[in-house]
């Protein structure tokens, strides 16, 4: 019978410590593979096909202590393939009623195995549509024990023939995530991920249902101060990804929904900003003056809109609004240095010039707004879309 979580636990409430190949000298597996026993596989599953079985089996054969697979709600017709894994010792199958996302079957995963298996080394968490290949599991694996207080990323080339919206997804996760977080990873999509066991409890609370979560991830650790390690992976894609259920519309426009709303309110804020500022430029001939004065109308727009609807963040009002009128003024600063100078070896218009340099700001002021100025803190973490 597949398990929900209290029958999993009362099956094992220890099991790391159970048959499979814990304690054993590997040597069936290759040389070293037993250190991997203090490990746990976690894979989220949505109708699956059977090529999950062996993919299973084979992870087992690399001596793996515990294998948690979640049935994210595929229905009654992939009930053979998760009752043929809960079947298998060393396996534990757990499910979700109906299809609640990726993000949650991680959440599901990793909370069950962090209350169940404390004493885990670490969790490595593949996908269950073939991408991942056995040896590259027991890889990352090596590369957790190496490195026990990272976070190991399982990393693909991109390099022959890949899916389109493949190669289109990583390269704008990558973009959108060195905007929040500035970082060198090369391959910000991977699922193949090996987690240390300390840093489980901050994932639990990390907000996202689906494919956004595990962005989410990389940007919350990333802002926590955690360090994170490569390791190159083969880059498999069966019959052009197509077992795959990464919406590349709907999905991406989660994981970019933050910086949607920003730029939206950014645009609005720069209209407003820009009327003014042409207004008071025509009736004073003032570049600073204007420039003044359209920053206060339009900044206390922004800091209202930002901190409520953008952000969502519940850090004090008087703490955000000092530190983001810090902001405004050291943009408003920067701004006017870049269009007074421009007017000195140019004749283009101040109005044209003062959009350029409002550009050039949009993407640090985001950052700025985001990991300092309106922080999401964990109790609003589950609002923010």
Request: with cysteine.
């Amino acid at each position: 019978m597949i398990e929900n979580t209290y029958a999993s636990a009362a099956r094992s409430t220890n099991p790391l410590a159970g048959p499979v190949g814990v304690g054993e000298s590997g040597a069936e597996s290759g040389a070293g593979s037993e250190t991997v026993s203090g490990l746990t596989v976690l894979i989220p599953a949505y109708k699956p096909s059977k090529e999950l079985i062996p993919l299973v089996k084979s992870i087992l054969e690399a001596r793996f202590g515990w294998i948690v697979v979640v049935d994210d709600g595929s229905g009654a017709e992939f009930d053979p393939i998760f009752r043929e894994l809960d079947a298998i010792e060393g396996v534990t199958v757990l499910r979700h009623a109906v299809n609640l996302g990726k993000g949650v079957a991680l959440r599901y995963g990793l909370n069950h195995i962090a209350v169940y298996a404390p004493e885990t080394q670490g969790v490595i968490t593949a996908d269950a549509d073939g991408q991942h290949l056995p040896d590259d599991i027991l890889k990352v694996g090596h590369t957790l024990l190496e490195h026990p207080d990272v976070l190991v990323m399982g990393s693909r080339d991109f390099q022959g023939e890949v899916p389109l919206r493949s190669r289109f997804g990583n390269v704008m996760t990558q973009y959108v995530f060195k905007v929040f977080a500035p970082s060198k990873l090369s391959d910000t999509q991977t699922g193949l991920r090996g987690i240390p066991l300390s840093l489980i409890p901050n994932l639990l609370v990390v907000p996202g249902d689906r494919y956004e979560y595990e962005m989410r991830m990389l940007i919350e650790l990333k802002m926590q101060g955690v360090e994170m390690v490569e390791c190159p992976i083969e880059t498999v894609y069966e019959d052009d990804n197509e077992s795959s259920h990464f919406r590349a519309v709907r999905d991406s426009m989660k994981i970019y929904s933050v910086f949607t709303r920003f730029l939206l309110i950014s645009f609005t804020t720069f209209l407003i900003d820009l009327v003014v500022f042409s207004i008071m430029d025509w009736t004073t001939n003032n570049i600073a003056l204007s420039m003044v004065i359209a920053r206060l109308v339009a900044g206390v727009y922004q800091f209202t809109v930002c901190r409520g609807f953008v952000f969502k963040s519940n850090r004090s009002v008087i703490s955000s609004a000092f530190w983001y009128t810090v902001l405004v003024a050291m943009s408003g600063l920067v701004s006017y240095a870049l269009i007074t100078a421009a007017t000195l070896v140019s004749s283009v218009d101040v109005v044209v010039l003062k959009v350029v340099s409002e550009t050039l700001l949009i993407i640090a002021n985001f950052s700025i707004q985001r990991l300092l100025i309106f922080p999401i803190s964990s109790s609003r973490r589950s609002e923010s879309v």
